[in-house]
C-alpha cells in the first residue's frame, strides 16, 4: 500500500521536500487514526489504502444487509458522518451485485479504490456477479466510464441511439 511513498525513483534528494512529505505524511496519519475511531463507531472499515498523490484513505461499508455500499473518506480532513466517495450497491439477488451509482470527484483513484474493494466483497461472498446500468444522465462522461469499467474487467455494452448500457463484471475464482 505505501510502496509509492517509500519508491525511491519517486523522490527528491531536496532536504525541504523530503520534509514537508514526511510532513504531510505525519498529518494524515494522525488525521486516519482520528477518522478510523469515528468510522467504526458506525460502519464496518474494510481497509486503508493509498489514492493518486500519495493520499490515505479509509474504506468502509454500513452493517446492512441490503446494500452493499463502498465508501471512501480521504485522510486530509475530519470525517463528519459524510463520505468523499461511495459506490452505491445492492444486493439484487444471491448471485449478483448491482451498482446503483458512483458518487464522488473524479480522477483522483478514489473510484477505483472502492470498485476493488467492491469486487473483493462479492468474491467473500461468493457473488459472481456485479452488474449496472449507464443512463442517459451519464452521457456527458460516457467515454471515461467506458475507460473505467473496462479497466476493471467488466463487460461494457453500449446503445449510443438511446443513450444507454449494460456493464457486467463476472468472478474468474
Not at 454500513?62 to 459506490?87: A, H, R, V
Request: charged fraction near 35%.
Amino acid at each position: 500500500m505505501f510502496s509509492k511513498l517509500l519508491d525511491e525513483d519517486t523522490r527528491t534528494n531536496d532536504p525541504e521536500e523530503l520534509k514537508e512529505e514526511l510532513e504531510d505524511l505525519e498529518f494524515q496519519v494522525f488525521r486516519m487514526q482520528d477518522n478510523l475511531k469515528e468510522i467504526a463507531k458506525r460502519s464496518k472499515v474494510l481497509g486503508v489504502d493509498q489514492a493518486k498523490e500519495d493520499k490515505l484513505v479509509i474504506v468502509y461499508t454500513p452493517e446492512d444487509s441490503q446494500s452493499c455500499k463502498i465508501m471512501l473518506c480521504d485522510c486530509e480532513t475530519s470525517y463528519n458522518g459524510k463520505w468523499d466517495f461511495s459506490i452505491q450497491a445492492t444486493y439484487a439477488n444471491e448471485q449478483n451485485i448491482h451498482i446503483g451509482d458512483i458518487k464522488g470527484p473524479a480522477n483522483r483513484g478514489y473510484g477505483s479504490i472502492c470498485m476493488d474493494y467492491l469486487k473483493d466483497l462479492a468474491v467473500e461472498q461468493n457473488i459472481p456477479e456485479i452488474t449496472g446500468d449507464i443512463a442517459e444522465r451519464d452521457w456527458d462522461h460516457v467515454d471515461r466510464l467506458i475507460h473505467f469499467y473496462e479497466k476493471h474487467d467488466f463487460q461494457v455494452e453500449i446503445d449510443y441511439e438511446d443513450k444507454s448500457g449494460e456493464i457486467k463484471w463476472v468472478c474468474n475464482e
